[in-house]
Protein backbone atom coordinates (compact mmCIF):
# COMPACT_ATOMS: atom_id res chain seq x y z
CA UNK A 1 0.00 0.00 0.00
CA UNK A 2 1.32 3.27 -0.69
CA UNK A 3 1.69 5.82 2.07
CA UNK A 4 -1.64 6.78 2.94
CA UNK A 5 -4.96 5.57 0.96
CA UNK A 6 -8.14 7.16 -0.29
CA UNK A 7 -12.09 5.43 0.29
CA UNK A 8 -15.05 7.13 -1.39
CA UNK A 9 -18.68 6.07 -1.79
CA UNK A 10 -22.00 7.83 -1.95
CA UNK A 11 -22.80 10.04 1.44
CA UNK A 12 -26.27 7.87 1.88
CA UNK A 13 -26.78 4.62 0.51
CA UNK A 14 -29.57 3.08 1.15
CA UNK A 15 -29.88 -0.83 1.21
CA UNK A 16 -33.09 -3.53 1.58
CA UNK A 17 -35.91 -4.73 -0.18
CA UNK A 18 -38.55 -1.44 -0.97
CA UNK A 19 -35.41 0.70 -0.74
CA UNK A 20 -37.03 2.45 -3.25
CA UNK A 21 -39.64 4.14 -1.31
CA UNK A 22 -36.81 6.58 0.11
CA UNK A 23 -36.32 8.43 -3.44
CA UNK A 24 -38.77 11.18 -3.21
CA UNK A 25 -38.13 12.46 0.51
CA UNK A 26 -34.44 12.03 -0.96
CA UNK A 27 -35.27 13.96 -4.38
CA UNK A 28 -37.06 17.05 -2.02
CA UNK A 29 -33.87 17.23 0.52
CA UNK A 30 -31.69 17.89 -2.72
CA UNK A 31 -34.20 19.64 -5.39
CA UNK A 32 -36.86 20.94 -6.92
CA UNK A 33 -37.21 18.96 -10.05
CA UNK A 34 -35.98 15.76 -11.27
CA UNK A 35 -34.57 14.16 -14.68
CA UNK A 36 -35.06 10.77 -14.37
CA UNK A 37 -32.32 8.82 -16.97
CA UNK A 38 -33.96 5.03 -17.68
CA UNK A 39 -34.46 3.31 -20.50
CA UNK A 40 -37.50 1.45 -22.16
CA UNK A 41 -37.42 -1.39 -20.33
CA UNK A 42 -37.57 0.09 -16.60
CA UNK A 43 -40.27 2.29 -18.21
CA UNK A 44 -42.43 -0.92 -19.59
CA UNK A 45 -42.03 -2.48 -16.24
CA UNK A 46 -43.33 0.52 -14.14
CA UNK A 47 -39.91 1.03 -12.62
CA UNK A 48 -40.35 4.88 -13.45
CA UNK A 49 -43.84 5.76 -12.73
CA UNK A 50 -43.09 4.46 -9.68
CA UNK A 51 -40.17 6.55 -8.93
CA UNK A 52 -42.12 9.32 -10.48
CA UNK A 53 -44.88 8.65 -8.07
CA UNK A 54 -42.78 8.54 -4.77
CA UNK A 55 -41.20 11.73 -6.54
CA UNK A 56 -44.68 13.31 -6.86
CA UNK A 57 -45.63 12.06 -3.06
CA UNK A 58 -42.90 14.52 -1.59
CA UNK A 59 -44.07 17.18 -4.44
CA UNK A 60 -40.89 16.90 -6.69
CA UNK A 61 -41.98 16.59 -10.93
CA UNK A 62 -40.33 14.17 -12.93
CA UNK A 63 -38.64 14.67 -16.20
CA UNK A 64 -38.13 11.59 -17.79
CA UNK A 65 -35.12 10.91 -20.89
CA UNK A 66 -35.62 7.12 -21.71
CA UNK A 67 -32.90 7.26 -24.57
CA UNK A 68 -30.14 4.69 -22.95
CA UNK A 69 -30.68 1.80 -25.27
CA UNK A 70 -27.47 0.86 -25.16
CA UNK A 71 -23.52 1.06 -23.42
CA UNK A 72 -23.69 4.77 -22.61
CA UNK A 73 -22.31 6.91 -24.99
CA UNK A 74 -21.64 10.74 -25.74
CA UNK A 75 -24.65 10.79 -27.87
CA UNK A 76 -26.79 9.96 -24.81
CA UNK A 77 -24.88 12.13 -22.41
CA UNK A 78 -25.89 15.21 -25.24
CA UNK A 79 -29.80 14.25 -25.55
CA UNK A 80 -29.95 14.01 -21.98
CA UNK A 81 -28.28 17.06 -21.08
CA UNK A 82 -30.24 18.76 -23.46
CA UNK A 83 -33.51 17.62 -21.75
CA UNK A 84 -32.34 18.42 -18.56
CA UNK A 85 -31.54 22.36 -19.60
CA UNK A 86 -34.98 22.42 -21.57
CA UNK A 87 -36.98 20.97 -18.43
CA UNK A 88 -35.39 23.23 -15.90
CA UNK A 89 -34.22 20.02 -14.27
CA UNK A 90 -31.80 21.03 -10.94
CA UNK A 91 -31.53 17.13 -9.77
CA UNK A 92 -30.82 14.16 -11.48
CA UNK A 93 -32.38 9.93 -10.99
CA UNK A 94 -30.71 7.34 -12.42
CA UNK A 95 -33.02 4.47 -12.79
CA UNK A 96 -31.29 1.08 -14.57
CA UNK A 97 -28.39 -0.55 -14.93
CA UNK A 98 -25.02 0.39 -15.18
CA UNK A 99 -25.77 2.45 -18.77
CA UNK A 100 -28.28 4.57 -17.23
CA UNK A 101 -26.01 5.57 -14.24
CA UNK A 102 -23.06 6.13 -15.93
CA UNK A 103 -24.90 8.40 -18.37
CA UNK A 104 -26.53 10.40 -15.19
CA UNK A 105 -23.17 11.02 -13.22
CA UNK A 106 -21.88 12.79 -16.81
CA UNK A 107 -24.86 15.00 -17.17
CA UNK A 108 -24.61 15.65 -13.62
CA UNK A 109 -21.28 16.81 -13.87
CA UNK A 110 -21.24 18.73 -17.36
CA UNK A 111 -24.56 20.51 -16.24
CA UNK A 112 -22.27 22.41 -13.63
CA UNK A 113 -19.21 22.41 -15.24
CA UNK A 114 -19.57 22.60 -19.21
CA UNK A 115 -17.82 21.19 -22.01
CA UNK A 116 -17.40 17.71 -24.32
CA UNK A 117 -17.52 14.29 -21.94
CA UNK A 118 -14.32 13.16 -23.49
CA UNK A 119 -12.86 16.54 -21.71
CA UNK A 120 -12.39 15.01 -18.39
CA UNK A 121 -10.85 11.77 -19.55
CA UNK A 122 -7.44 11.48 -18.08
CA UNK A 123 -7.87 14.51 -15.54
CA UNK A 124 -7.23 16.81 -18.26
CA UNK A 125 -10.33 19.03 -16.97
CA UNK A 126 -11.24 19.09 -13.83
CA UNK A 127 -14.87 18.90 -12.20
CA UNK A 128 -14.27 22.06 -9.66
CA UNK A 129 -17.68 22.84 -9.15
CA UNK A 130 -20.54 20.86 -7.36
CA UNK A 131 -22.04 18.70 -10.41
CA UNK A 132 -26.08 18.60 -9.79
CA UNK A 133 -27.44 16.04 -6.91
CA UNK A 134 -27.72 12.37 -8.27
CA UNK A 135 -29.32 9.61 -6.65
CA UNK A 136 -28.42 6.60 -8.90
CA UNK A 137 -30.63 3.09 -8.71
CA UNK A 138 -29.68 0.24 -9.98
CA UNK A 139 -31.55 -2.59 -10.94
CA UNK A 140 -29.31 -4.88 -11.86
CA UNK A 141 -26.59 -6.43 -9.43
CA UNK A 142 -23.49 -5.87 -11.47
CA UNK A 143 -21.67 -2.98 -12.54
CA UNK A 144 -21.51 -1.34 -9.00
CA UNK A 145 -22.04 2.06 -10.37
CA UNK A 146 -24.36 3.50 -7.33
CA UNK A 147 -21.04 3.80 -5.78
CA UNK A 148 -18.46 4.40 -7.80
CA UNK A 149 -16.78 7.87 -8.75
CA UNK A 150 -16.23 6.44 -12.42
CA UNK A 151 -17.72 6.81 -15.45
CA UNK A 152 -17.64 4.78 -18.67
CA UNK A 153 -18.85 6.29 -22.18
CA UNK A 154 -18.32 5.58 -25.76
CA UNK A 155 -16.67 8.08 -28.01
CA UNK A 156 -18.82 7.40 -30.72
CA UNK A 157 -16.00 9.63 -33.26
CA UNK A 158 -13.50 7.57 -32.23
CA UNK A 159 -14.97 4.19 -31.41
CA UNK A 160 -13.14 4.49 -27.85
CA UNK A 161 -14.70 3.91 -24.75
CA UNK A 162 -13.72 6.66 -22.29
CA UNK A 163 -13.21 5.74 -18.26
CA UNK A 164 -13.54 8.96 -16.46
CA UNK A 165 -12.53 8.80 -12.73
CA UNK A 166 -12.88 11.79 -10.58
CA UNK A 167 -14.64 12.89 -7.47
CA UNK A 168 -17.21 14.45 -8.81
CA UNK A 169 -18.83 11.21 -10.68
CA UNK A 170 -19.18 10.24 -6.85
CA UNK A 171 -23.37 10.08 -6.90
CA UNK A 172 -24.64 11.86 -3.45
CA UNK A 173 -27.11 8.50 -2.98
CA UNK A 174 -27.26 5.09 -4.05
CA UNK A 175 -30.54 3.70 -3.35
CA UNK A 176 -30.01 -0.45 -3.61
CA UNK A 177 -33.54 -2.09 -3.45
CA UNK A 178 -33.17 -5.79 -4.21
CA UNK A 179 -36.61 -6.54 -5.79
CA UNK A 180 -35.60 -4.15 -8.46
CA UNK A 181 -33.38 -6.89 -10.27
CA UNK A 182 -35.92 -9.70 -9.70
CA UNK A 183 -37.13 -8.73 -13.26
CA UNK A 184 -33.13 -9.34 -14.29
CA UNK A 185 -33.45 -12.31 -16.95
CA UNK A 186 -31.34 -15.12 -16.67
CA UNK A 187 -28.82 -13.85 -19.23
CA UNK A 188 -28.29 -10.71 -17.38
CA UNK A 189 -28.00 -12.25 -14.19
CA UNK A 190 -25.67 -14.35 -15.37
CA UNK A 191 -23.42 -11.78 -16.96
CA UNK A 192 -23.97 -8.56 -14.51
CA UNK A 193 -22.97 -11.46 -11.43
CA UNK A 194 -19.45 -12.15 -13.38
CA UNK A 195 -19.24 -8.63 -13.99
CA UNK A 196 -19.73 -8.14 -10.30
CA UNK A 197 -17.35 -11.08 -9.51
CA UNK A 198 -14.54 -9.13 -12.06
CA UNK A 199 -14.80 -6.07 -9.73
CA UNK A 200 -14.09 -7.71 -6.62
CA UNK A 201 -11.28 -10.18 -7.69
CA UNK A 202 -9.60 -7.32 -9.61
CA UNK A 203 -10.16 -4.89 -6.57
CA UNK A 204 -8.53 -7.49 -4.77
CA UNK A 205 -5.58 -8.43 -6.93
CA UNK A 206 -5.38 -4.61 -7.95
CA UNK A 207 -1.68 -3.23 -7.37
CA UNK A 208 -3.68 -0.28 -5.53
CA UNK A 209 -5.53 -2.57 -3.15
CA UNK A 210 -6.00 -1.54 0.48
CA UNK A 211 -7.92 -3.02 3.75
CA UNK A 212 -10.21 -0.87 3.43
CA UNK A 213 -10.96 -2.04 -0.18
CA UNK A 214 -9.82 -5.62 0.63
CA UNK A 215 -12.71 -5.89 3.54
CA UNK A 216 -15.62 -5.01 0.87
CA UNK A 217 -13.61 -7.14 -2.20
CA UNK A 218 -13.45 -10.41 -0.14
CA UNK A 219 -17.11 -9.99 1.51
CA UNK A 220 -18.22 -9.32 -2.37
CA UNK A 221 -16.77 -12.56 -3.53
CA UNK A 222 -17.99 -14.39 -1.12
CA UNK A 223 -21.47 -13.48 -1.57
CA UNK A 224 -21.31 -14.22 -5.37
CA UNK A 225 -19.73 -17.58 -4.82
CA UNK A 226 -22.57 -18.52 -2.26
CA UNK A 227 -25.70 -17.06 -4.63
CA UNK A 228 -25.18 -16.34 -8.07
CA UNK A 229 -25.73 -19.69 -9.09
CA UNK A 230 -29.02 -19.35 -6.92
CA UNK A 231 -30.18 -16.09 -8.41
CA UNK A 232 -29.33 -17.50 -12.41
CA UNK A 233 -31.32 -20.78 -11.13
CA UNK A 234 -34.18 -19.31 -9.71
CA UNK A 235 -34.82 -15.62 -10.35
CA UNK A 236 -37.68 -14.99 -7.75
CA UNK A 237 -35.33 -16.21 -4.97
CA UNK A 238 -35.15 -13.18 -3.13
CA UNK A 239 -32.83 -13.98 -0.61
CA UNK A 240 -30.29 -14.58 -3.49
CA UNK A 241 -30.89 -11.28 -5.08
CA UNK A 242 -30.47 -9.46 -2.41
CA UNK A 243 -27.19 -10.90 -1.55
CA UNK A 244 -25.78 -10.33 -5.09
CA UNK A 245 -27.28 -6.69 -4.86
CA UNK A 246 -25.11 -6.03 -1.50
CA UNK A 247 -22.63 -8.53 -3.58
CA UNK A 248 -22.37 -5.98 -6.55
CA UNK A 249 -22.18 -2.48 -3.93
CA UNK A 250 -19.66 -3.91 -2.66
CA UNK A 251 -17.28 -5.31 -5.40
CA UNK A 252 -18.42 -1.16 -6.87
CA UNK A 253 -16.84 0.17 -3.46
CA UNK A 254 -13.71 -2.12 -3.85
CA UNK A 255 -12.65 -1.01 -7.39
CA UNK A 256 -13.66 2.29 -7.23
CA UNK A 257 -11.07 2.74 -4.75
CA UNK A 258 -8.72 0.09 -5.44
CA UNK A 259 -9.24 0.24 -9.05
CA UNK A 260 -9.47 -2.27 -11.55
CA UNK A 261 -6.89 -3.97 -13.46
CA UNK A 262 -6.39 -5.93 -16.99
CA UNK A 263 -9.92 -7.19 -17.59
CA UNK A 264 -10.87 -4.15 -17.31
CA UNK A 265 -8.36 -2.76 -19.67
CA UNK A 266 -9.33 -5.61 -22.38
CA UNK A 267 -13.07 -5.34 -21.84
CA UNK A 268 -13.57 -1.53 -22.75
CA UNK A 269 -12.12 -2.21 -26.62
CA UNK A 270 -14.11 -4.98 -27.55
CA UNK A 271 -17.34 -3.15 -25.81
CA UNK A 272 -16.20 -0.17 -28.09
CA UNK A 273 -15.50 -1.92 -30.88
CA UNK A 274 -17.84 -4.92 -30.94
CA UNK A 275 -20.99 -3.59 -29.18
CA UNK A 276 -20.57 -6.29 -26.61
CA UNK A 277 -22.31 -5.48 -23.37
CA UNK A 278 -19.75 -4.63 -20.77
CA UNK A 279 -20.77 -7.60 -18.14
CA UNK A 280 -20.42 -10.17 -20.67
CA UNK A 281 -16.97 -8.92 -22.01
CA UNK A 282 -15.57 -8.95 -18.39
CA UNK A 283 -16.93 -12.17 -17.90
CA UNK A 284 -15.62 -13.11 -21.30
CA UNK A 285 -12.01 -12.09 -20.19
CA UNK A 286 -12.27 -13.26 -16.20
CA UNK A 287 -11.16 -16.86 -16.30
CA UNK A 288 -8.17 -16.53 -19.14
CA UNK A 289 -6.73 -13.13 -17.10
CA UNK A 290 -6.63 -14.93 -13.88
CA UNK A 291 -4.50 -17.78 -15.67
CA UNK A 292 -2.31 -15.27 -17.07
CA UNK A 293 -1.75 -13.66 -13.72
CA UNK A 294 -1.56 -16.38 -11.55
CA UNK A 295 1.82 -17.07 -10.79
CA UNK A 296 2.19 -13.10 -9.63
CA UNK A 297 -0.62 -13.15 -6.86
CA UNK A 298 -0.22 -16.49 -5.66
CA UNK A 299 -1.30 -15.60 -1.89
CA UNK A 300 -4.28 -13.09 -2.93
CA UNK A 301 -5.41 -15.77 -5.30
CA UNK A 302 -5.50 -18.17 -3.18
CA UNK A 303 -7.77 -16.43 -0.52
CA UNK A 304 -9.96 -16.09 -3.02
CA UNK A 305 -9.15 -20.03 -3.97
CA UNK A 306 -10.35 -20.62 0.00
CA UNK A 307 -14.14 -18.55 -0.49
CA UNK A 308 -15.04 -20.81 -3.05
CA UNK A 309 -13.56 -24.07 -2.04
CA UNK A 310 -14.45 -23.91 1.72
CA UNK A 311 -12.87 -26.75 3.24
CA UNK A 312 -9.05 -26.26 1.84
CA UNK A 313 -7.47 -25.42 4.89
CA UNK A 314 -4.56 -28.35 4.10
CA UNK A 315 -3.82 -27.31 0.78
CA UNK A 316 -1.31 -24.86 -0.22
CA UNK A 317 -1.53 -21.57 -1.02
CA UNK A 318 -0.19 -22.81 -4.96
CA UNK A 319 -3.18 -25.67 -4.69
CA UNK A 320 -5.80 -22.57 -3.82
CA UNK A 321 -4.54 -20.16 -6.14
CA UNK A 322 -5.45 -23.17 -8.59
CA UNK A 323 -8.57 -23.94 -7.12
CA UNK A 324 -9.63 -19.86 -7.84
CA UNK A 325 -9.28 -19.86 -11.53
CA UNK A 326 -10.98 -23.56 -11.82
CA UNK A 327 -13.79 -22.59 -9.59
CA UNK A 328 -14.30 -19.45 -11.93
CA UNK A 329 -14.21 -21.11 -15.32
CA UNK A 330 -16.35 -23.65 -13.54
CA UNK A 331 -18.77 -20.74 -13.09
CA UNK A 332 -18.71 -19.36 -16.03
CA UNK A 333 -19.59 -22.43 -17.45
CA UNK A 334 -22.81 -23.49 -15.59
CA UNK A 335 -23.75 -20.02 -16.86
CA UNK A 336 -23.39 -20.11 -20.53
CA UNK A 337 -21.11 -17.48 -20.49
CA UNK A 338 -20.04 -17.58 -23.93
CA UNK A 339 -16.66 -16.72 -25.37
CA UNK A 340 -16.30 -14.24 -27.87
CA UNK A 341 -16.46 -16.45 -31.01
CA UNK A 342 -19.57 -17.63 -29.34
CA UNK A 343 -21.01 -14.40 -29.21
CA UNK A 344 -20.91 -14.05 -32.38
CA UNK A 345 -17.50 -11.87 -33.32
CA UNK A 346 -16.30 -12.66 -36.44
CA UNK A 347 -13.11 -13.59 -36.52
CA UNK A 348 -11.11 -11.78 -39.29
CA UNK A 349 -12.43 -8.47 -38.14
CA UNK A 350 -11.71 -9.56 -34.39
CA UNK A 351 -7.93 -10.15 -35.47
CA UNK A 352 -8.07 -7.10 -37.61
CA UNK A 353 -8.79 -5.11 -34.16
CA UNK A 354 -6.15 -6.63 -31.86
CA UNK A 355 -3.51 -4.17 -32.74
CA UNK A 356 -6.07 -0.85 -31.97
CA UNK A 357 -7.68 -2.69 -28.81
CA UNK A 358 -3.98 -3.82 -27.10
CA UNK A 359 -3.35 0.04 -27.85
CA UNK A 360 -6.66 1.48 -26.13
CA UNK A 361 -6.65 -0.95 -23.02
CA UNK A 362 -2.86 0.38 -22.21
CA UNK A 363 -4.00 3.70 -22.64
CA UNK A 364 -6.80 3.01 -20.44
CA UNK A 365 -3.90 2.53 -17.39
CA UNK A 366 -6.04 -0.29 -15.97
CA UNK A 367 -3.54 -2.85 -17.06
CA UNK A 368 -1.13 -1.14 -14.70
CA UNK A 369 -2.77 -2.35 -12.03
CA UNK A 370 -2.73 -6.00 -12.73
CA UNK A 371 -0.45 -7.86 -10.49
CA UNK A 372 1.42 -9.10 -13.61
CA UNK A 373 1.25 -6.38 -16.67
CA UNK A 374 1.71 -7.25 -20.02
CA UNK A 375 4.15 -6.02 -22.69
CA UNK A 376 2.49 -5.46 -25.67
CA UNK A 377 3.21 -8.45 -27.61
CA UNK A 378 1.72 -10.57 -24.32
CA UNK A 379 -1.53 -8.55 -24.10
CA UNK A 380 -1.92 -8.91 -28.08
CA UNK A 381 -1.44 -13.36 -27.49
CA UNK A 382 -3.96 -12.93 -24.67
CA UNK A 383 -6.49 -11.39 -26.51
CA UNK A 384 -6.05 -13.48 -29.71
CA UNK A 385 -6.52 -17.03 -26.87
CA UNK A 386 -9.73 -15.27 -25.47
CA UNK A 387 -11.09 -15.36 -28.46
CA UNK A 388 -12.20 -18.46 -28.44
CA UNK A 389 -11.16 -19.55 -25.20
CA UNK A 390 -12.48 -22.87 -23.53
CA UNK A 391 -14.34 -23.00 -20.06
CA UNK A 392 -14.26 -26.41 -20.03
CA UNK A 393 -11.07 -27.53 -18.64
CA UNK A 394 -9.28 -30.70 -17.36
CA UNK A 395 -8.47 -28.95 -14.65
CA UNK A 396 -10.00 -30.29 -11.41
CA UNK A 397 -11.25 -28.62 -8.19
CA UNK A 398 -8.68 -29.64 -5.48
CA UNK A 399 -10.13 -30.83 -1.92
Known sequence: ????????VPETIFYGRG???????????????????????????????????????????????????????DRYVAEALAMLEEERCDLVISLGGGSC?????????????GGYIGDYMGGRFLA????????????????????????????????????IKQPAFMPD???VDPLLTVSSPKTVTAATGVDALSHAVEAYLSRRAHPMTDTAALAAIGL???????????????????????AALQGGMAFSNASVCLVHGMSRPIGALFHVPHGYSNAMLLPAVLEFSKDHCIDRLADIGRIFV????????????????ASVKALCRKLNIPNLKGWGIDESAFTKAVGKMTEDAFISGSPANNPRVPAKEELEALYHSCYDYQYTTEEKVKR
Open 1 to 8: MEKFASFR
Open 19 to 73: ALENVGREAADRGGKALIVSDGIMDGLGYVSRCRQYLQNHGIPGAVYLGVESEPT
Open 101 to 113: IDTAKAIAVLASN
Open 128 to 163: DKKPLPHIAIPTTAGTGSEATDVTVITNTQDDVKMM
Open 173 to 175: VAI
Open 224 to 246: IADNLLKAYDDGEDLDAREAMSL
Open 310 to 325: KDSVHLTNGECAENAV
